[in-house]
């Protein structure tokens, strides 16, 4: 398995080994010894015989036997030849402790690139640099100086030191979780994102993935590794940066295409990674659903001991998307014989002082529940845990009891119980006797809604799972030799745009159904196309100086005869002309006039981060004033394809407002699924504008079509990300 | 001073007092000892002669001395004989444990009614019922049963006893802040929550008020006192029961008018109420907003020891609309002076590991950055607290002392600053002394984050006070006597709306610029109207049976000469017999044709919490399908008609999109105003429709008008909510 010998490694040398108690070099041997890592530790450091009782050697090739890592301690200048020694031994990996390499700009560039180089040279696989190190828990390889992380089931992988820490002090004082690897992942100048994920992904260990991302280096290839991923396990991911500010903060260099961070967010939710907007539901989030099974049905029950807990949890579950359904008559029926009369049994069921004297009550009303088929999932809010605290202790063994009973029904039966607790962080024993049994517990009300909408909201994904794009990025072949010739005639002529004409027959080549153009070069021509078309026609100029064609006078709309047509012909001509004296004219092109519909715009363009994107909207001002547009990264599939038309707000419009008709959707899906193929097949077109496109009942027409060429500078910038 | 009596009470006498312990007559009297009320307590029981060493009456006028209130624990239906009871005993209030009123629906309605005129009988106030009862810590007056109250300088008022549990558990947990009083509003069936409100408005020891809301009955009065409160002190609101299933947990009764949760937002917060979303967020609010000065121009500094916390808090701040401003030259250079080489100066300050050895560096930073101009205030986030508890004991001592000195720079310096520590869960003494201080500390980044915004959003909120509505409801009387009659000839004819000509004079009674039609009964007189018009002309019919006018065939456009406008009106009455036959038609009315321009919705109506409110939109599918609208509760201020203007998404098309001309937005406004000060004169007024509204370069056209009267039915349903 890649990455396996570096993560899961039998031996370390930690090189820049130190006696000095402050040093990096003297905290990870201290920490491996002291956490009683399973493999052997080889103290490097041509100054030193010996550090906390291990042998200490000169240079990494001294050690006899083989190392699998190296810890790299010792400042950025000197990594370049450590690295080299380092190859000569043949370590799988190095985790390389130091900052100042491309985060400090162009001269750390240069020797982060240096050492990529050498790395890649003997073939070592580098974590770092300017990281926190690596743990590997469940080997006690702890490479970090932290000791006493919990033991557990999640993989953490972030890209920040303290945001870790934030993770892991959470794990250690409010839950019963921990983790089996840790990464920090520093500047990603080797190990990206995805390889971590995919290894993490295949860890038998690790049920769910918890990452703290500020921007990533192979977005695309996250991508398709998370939605493999996310098919067996939960990821769960925090991004930041998103401000202006936070970019400063955050140091990255992604370019700030307007937007972008909506179409981040829609990428990794349509992978299947559970985005997570709020700090403070990062690691309850992870802790949720590496603890539970996720819910299929959307349908959740809320057990309140008092009316407001149970209101705001109604909110709440309501805003994030959940149903609270009706319970069934029979578990009406059977919650009444147990509670007072007082109680409310519609859902939320509000118990009303019918736990007072038995808290243990808790349980009976989660079993009736849960066997409701309308119950897909329980939410209890309140005061359960503190029913000994706040009455008397013998309620506290009635609340113990409750909790096994809950432990066991969760255990069995497959529908998760997530609670609140207004006593949580008084720790009573019941509550930690539920996380015991996988049932997470929460002091916050929000946090404790969120977790269980994220059960259904993954439920949901899994579900759906095979009606997703599976995001394997391969250039599709098809269309593409006479595509090329056209792309490639244009590029040979100096142009970095096709010409209307060439961008439309590039769009009929894969199956688009447009009006093809053809270059009429006299008022003959002109006219001659006019006759072959039904109805009036359009003119437009055609030239590579000319980009505004409405502005040089190089339209001329509704001509119904030959003598408008000819008129026509040499009017643009004469336009041109003056408008720009040197123009290089190839002639003008000949439409027929489009019948009125609805305006859409389709875009693509190209994200540093994720490759292609598709922007979908409504016309006029809906886009341009109301910014009422849809963003997803390409490919495409059909279902995606049929979310984006129906997600933007002025949707309704398309199924026939005010008595118009409604529009062919169906054209417009299929319309889009074609851009994505086009865009997939052409990794030269830098930009594809179609506007506007007017939709009919039957069928859709693009009125004009615009491709731009990646430029020699682009196609470098571009590089530099990838 | 009103409700001094009741809440301040020097003595009680508790109703129902028992011997039995799992009894609120016995915990109260039980609490009342405990905590050390400096009142008088009166047991009363006819069953009892004594109960915990008091003595016990048979009936509350055997009492001797006199009682201010009394504390009645019995049964429903016992209620209203207690109270007359308690009335020839002259108590100043009451406060009513039971439930089995109102929220039972129409029996325990009669019987709250019942209760109610008893109490109004004698002069007596009533808390509740249906209430978990109340609580004056200054006095240990603790009618609740709850022990350990924390006292302190919030005022509590809310509608569930679970959530106030939340909340006092959570300050007695969480901070050092407690409580001047507690009311538990209950079914509000007297005492209501804007009397509340005042009186802690005005108690000298409440810096805050801290509320929880699930529905109110006087919305309208409570706007008009919160807006006098919030100019002294900060009123904190939570307001649950949105979804409709949250309104079923609430089992409120306020109308599902569609958006109103919209409107009761807006209104809370133009009364300068800080509306909190989120209940993790409700307490914490309160704990910052009454230690800590408000922040008055919004630009704030980030001090932090690791890149994560300090990229998310930039992210977070400026998504809650706060500046992050570089700091000034000198600043900087200070920084530089105390911190490493690594650390960056700009904001964020991160200070990259410079606090390491020293955690008390952070008051020097804190220090230099408020000294800046540019900064209102601080926001420190990360590991501070834990420096002690993670490295060495020594450095905690550091930590105290960096904590004595940013206590004492908040309490000289006016300048806020608010903590996140990763290890808040621990208590460390640091963070205790930080709060003795005044200076919140929260675990949590996000809340942290909402803390310190929301002292710039209550700061922004003082310092534009003058510019809003000052929400007294007092009806204009100006033109109102010319309008009555209009109202009441409408209203004597037994018809609940206005023709368009008298809802379009009623308009221009108040100054708005229409253009006011008159009745024509003949074709001659139609086409003697049609002749003082410029221009062509359009002829509506005028008939109380003819709601829609277009589908009757009673409107014809665009009429040029005399025949026209004499076809059109005989067209036009043979129309309207065919379409009713028995129709009452009072002939038709001339208006000129509008020019084209914006069209715009206004539109009035009466919301069952808060009274009139006004919606304003764009026209066509901008309201209708894209439900781009603005509401306010009326009446509105110029400052808030141009808010509105300028809310709606569509609103730059009214600077003149697409090489348009601007529209008037002065006018608009002008009317806007207008239309707030004729629903302020007309309470008859049920609702009133001007739809479309055209706006033009210079002025507005109303082209049709519609008001509908309150009916004796929607009368009654009104004097209900009230």
């Not at 010792?74 to 690295?83: E, S, Y």
């Not at 030239?543 to 026509?568: E, F």
């Not at 054209?667 to 009919?696: F, G, Q, R, T, W």
Request: glycine share 10%; with cysteine.
């Amino acid at each position: 398995m890649p990455l396996q010998r570096v993560l899961d490694a039998d031996s370390v040398a930690v090189i820049g080994a130190s006696k000095n108690e402050t040093k990096r070099g003297f905290q990870a041997i201290d920490t491996l010894l002291a956490e009683k890592y399973d493999g052997k530790i080889y103290p490097v450091n041509p100054k030193e015989k010996s550090i906390l009782g291990l042998p200490c050697y000169a240079n990494i090739n001294d050690i006899a036997e083989p190392v699998d890592i190296a810890l790299v301690a010792t400042p950025a200048r000197t990594v370049p030849a450590v690295l080299a020694d380092c190859g000569r031994k043949g370590v799988a990996g190095a985790v390389i402790l130091a900052g100042g390499f491309g985060e400090l700009g162009a001269a750390g560039r240069r020797l982060e690139d240096e050492m990529v180089a050498v790395a890649r040279e003997h073939g070592i696989r580098l974590i770092g640099p300017n990281t926190s190190g690596m743990m590997n828990l469940k080997r006690n390889l702890n490479l970090v100086g932290l000791k006493n992380v919990p033991r557990g089931d999640i993989a953490l992988l972030t890209q920040s030191g303290n945001m870790a820490l934030t993770l892991i002090t959470e794990a250690k004082l409010k839950s019963r979780k921990g983790f089996t690897y840790y990464v920090g992942v520093g500047n990603e100048a080797d190990i990206h994102f995805h390889e971590y994920l995919e290894f993490f992904g295949r860890d038998p260990d690790t049920r769910a993935v918890l990452m703290y991302v500020e921007g990533m280096r192979e977005g695309r290839q996250f991508l398709q590794q998370a939605y493999r991923t996310t098919k067996n396990k939960p990821v769960i991911l925090l991004k930041s940066g998103r401000s202006s500010t936070g970019k400063r903060s955050a140091g990255s260099h992604t370019g700030a295409l307007a937007g972008m961070s909506e179409v981040a967010r829609g990428a990794f939710q349509r992978a299947g990674v559970i985005v997570i907007e709020n700090s403070d539901e990062l690691f309850p989030a992870a802790e949720t659903l590496s603890s539970l099974p996720p819910i299929r049905h959307n349908r959740v029950a809320i057990l309140a001991d008092g009316g407001g807990h149970a209101t705001i949890a109604a909110d709440l579950l309501t805003d994030l998307g959940l149903e609270i359904p009706q319970l069934g008559d029979k578990t009406r029926r059977r919650l009444k014989e147990i509670l007072p009369a007082q109680a409310s049994v519609p859902n939320p069921v509000d118990v009303a002082g019918g736990t007072d004297d038995n808290p243990a009550i808790f349980a009976e009303c989660a079993k009736i529940i849960l066997a409701d088929s309308n119950v897909d999932g329980l939410l209890v809010v309140g005061l359960f845990g503190g029913y000994g605290i706040r009455f008397a202790k013998s309620l506290a063994f009635m609340e113990e009891d409750a909790a096994h009973r809950m432990g066991r029904m969760v255990a069995k039966g497959r529908k998760p119980i997530v609670f609140h607790s207004l006593y949580s962080s008084e720790k009573p024993h019941s509550l930690d006797l539920l996380r015991y049994y996988g049932i997470p517990v929460y002091d916050s009300l929000d946090v404790a809604c969120k977790c269980i909408s994220l059960l259904a909201h993954y439920g949901r994904f899994l579900s759906s799972y095979h009606a997703k794009t599976n995001f394997v990025f391969n250039w599709r072949e098809k269309a593409r030799p006479r595509g090329e010739a056209i792309i490639h005639r244009a590029a040979s002529e100096g142009r970095t745009s096709l010409f209307e004409h060439e961008a439309k027959k590039l769009l009929a080549l894969h199956g688009v159904d447009v009006f093809e153009n053809q270059l009429a070069t006299t008022a003959d021509e002109a006219v001659a196309f006019a006759e072959r078309v039904e109805g009036p026609v359009a003119l437009k100029i055609v030239s590579p100086d000319i980009l505004h064609k409405s502005d040089a006078g190089g339209v001329m709309l509704n001509l119904s005869s030959q003598k408008a047509v000819r008129r026509a012909f040499d009017d643009i001509m004469a336009n041109a002309r003056r408008f720009n004296k040197t123009a290089d004219i190839r002639g003008v092109i000949v439409s027929p006039m489009v019948e009125a519909g609805i305006e859409v715009i389709i875009g693509t363009k190209i994200d540093g981060q994720f490759g292609p994107v598709i922007m979908f909207g409504m016309g006029g001002i809906l886009v341009e004033v109301l910014k009422d547009v849809a963003f997803r990264v390409l490919p495409i599939s059909p279902f995606t394809a049929s979310r984006m038309i129906e997600e933007i707000r002025s949707a309704p419009l398309l199924d026939g407002y005010r008595g118009q008709p409604a529009s062919d959707k169906k054209a417009l899906k299929k319309l889009l699924l074609k851009c994505s193929e086009l865009i997939e097949s052409y990794p030269e077109i830098e930009e594809m504008d179609l506007n506007p496109v007017i939709l009919h009942p039957q069928g859709v027409s693009i009125v004009d079509a615009r491709i731009l060429l990646k430029s020699q500078r682009s196609g470098d910038a571009n590089a530099g990300d990838a």
